[in-house]
């Protein structure tokens, strides 16, 4: 059955997540403008405020499940801002990896951690199989050889998930993931970028080189190069199916934001939006707005379809893409469309649509562009492999 109730529990956390983004929306200006701060993992207000995702944990067996529960908090917080929150958890790409591929055992003695996740290369981004960054058994040692670009939160975590290889000939198979931790010898952050988005999310470039580290940092602890399939590397791609809708509902709450936005500078003009009322009665901008707002529902749909499904232990590699497909066009379609009816009101530095406007960009782009999710959604309808398809 399905049913879209949210109990008085789950809009209670729902509620809460607004208070608090409203908040940090007052901190986003401010992390935008300068870049080179990090924004805290805690703010001065924080104080008495319980984080959202927590507050899940206190749901009962009646109310909505946490899969779909927490991509509605995800989008909830980044209706406020993209980086800025109240607390900020120290989860990053890379402890999902580790959540994905990792042994029992590493997954308990890293869990603490914050780990970012590196594969893009200069040389290799979209096609994630072609890793140059080497690691090659020496003793009870990894040694890691290769640089990395574009790694989120590369700066601020205490060590990164590294792709690659440890055999070039043996292409997917011979892909591992590496666990390299900050201060160790050889591994070093080189550079942070400065960008057009996500000004307050570090992203970095980092260099390994004959970088040393213990023999059970192979994430998974499996040294064996499948003879078919992609072995090792099919478990890390899996990261993605859980952590692509996030991406997908992390642009729609910034999209959430900028309709709401423009639906007040309507209202203040005399403007409302009625979804009740006749096509035939809109105005051109009422027409607009409603079907951007549907536009991002239909995709925020997608989002929770993929989360329910692999709540429910049910493969949705196709889902995850279809959502983050969706979701990413839609998130800047839509904070263009908003920023066309605002006018010039849109693009000044004094609101923060032009702001949610440049953050939305990136969700098209990273953990799979747009035209990879509908590679992959091909492949997957057409039953071609990748080398079928690419
Ligand atoms: C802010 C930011 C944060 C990031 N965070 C991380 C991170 O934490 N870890 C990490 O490893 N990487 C990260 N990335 C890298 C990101 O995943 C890559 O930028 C992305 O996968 C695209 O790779 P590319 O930039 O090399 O573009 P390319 O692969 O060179 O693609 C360029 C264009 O060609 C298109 N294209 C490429 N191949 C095909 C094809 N086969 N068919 C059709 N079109 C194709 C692409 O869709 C794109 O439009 C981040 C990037 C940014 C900008």
């Known amino acids: 059955m399905i049913d ?58 009646d109310d909505t499940g946490f899969p779909i529960m927490s991509m509605l908090v995800t989008a909830g917080q980044t209706w406020g801002d993209y980086t800025v929150r109240m607390h900020r958890s120290g989860a990053a790409l890379g402890n999902a990896a580790l959540r994905a591929s990792g042994t029992p055992e590493q997954q308990e003695r890293w869990k603490d951690k914050r780990l970012a996740m590196a594969i893009t290369e200069p040389g290799c981004g979209s096609d994630s199989k072609a890793v140059q960054t080497t690691a090659v058994l020496d003793g009870d040692e990894w040694v890691l050889n290769g640089e990395k670009i574009f790694v989120t939160t590369g700066c601020k975590a205490d ?21 390299v931790f900050k201060g160790m010898p050889g591994f070093d952050v080189t550079h942070k970028e400065k960008k057009l988005g996500i000004r307050a999310d570090d992203t970095a470039a980092m260099v390994f080189k004959d970088c040393r580290i ?28 859980m952590t692509r809708p996030g991406v997908a509902a992390i642009g729609l709450g910034m999209a959430q934001a900028a309709i709401d936005f ?72 839509a904070t263009s469309r908003c920023l ?30 747009g035209q990879i999710q509908r590679l992959i959604i091909a492949r997957e309808l057409l039953e071609y492999s990748s080398a079928q398809l690419s």
């Open 262 to 333: 423009t639906k007040g500078v309507l209202a203040d003009e005399g403007i409302e939006i009625d979804w009740g009322s006749s096509k035939h009665s809109r105005s051109a901008i009422q027409q607009e707005l409603i079907e951007i707002e549907a536009d991002v529902d239909a995709a925020m749909l997608t989002v929770l379809h993929s989360v329910w499904l692999s709540g429910a232990g049910k493969p949705n590699n196709m889902e995850a893409s279809i959502a983050k497909a969706k979701g990413g066009e839609i998130s800047r379609t």
């Open 214 to 241: 213990p023999r059970d940092h192979l994430l998974g602890g499996d040294e064996t190069i499948a003879k078919k399939g992609g072995g090792g590397f099919k478990g890390v791609m899996k990261t993605f199916n």
């Open 159 to 179: 060590g990164v998930v590294v792709w690659a290889t440890i055999d070039k000939e043996a292409g997917r198979a011979g892909i591992k993931s590496f666990i």
């Open 340 to 369: 066309e009816i605002l006018g010039g009101l849109g693009i000044t530095r004094d609101y923060l649509p032009e702001k949610w406007f440049r953050d939305t960009r990136i969700t098209d782009i990273y953990e799979g562009t």
């Open 4 to 61: 879209f109730t949210l109990t008085e529990n789950d809009q209670k956390i729902l509620n809460e997540t607004r208070r608090q983004a409203l908040i940090c929306r007052e901190h986003a200006r401010h992390y935008d403008e300068h870049e080179d701060d990090f924004a805290p993992d805690e703010l001065p207000e924080a104080k008495g405020f319980q984080n959202p995702y927590f507050m899940l944990g206190t749901q009962t067996k």
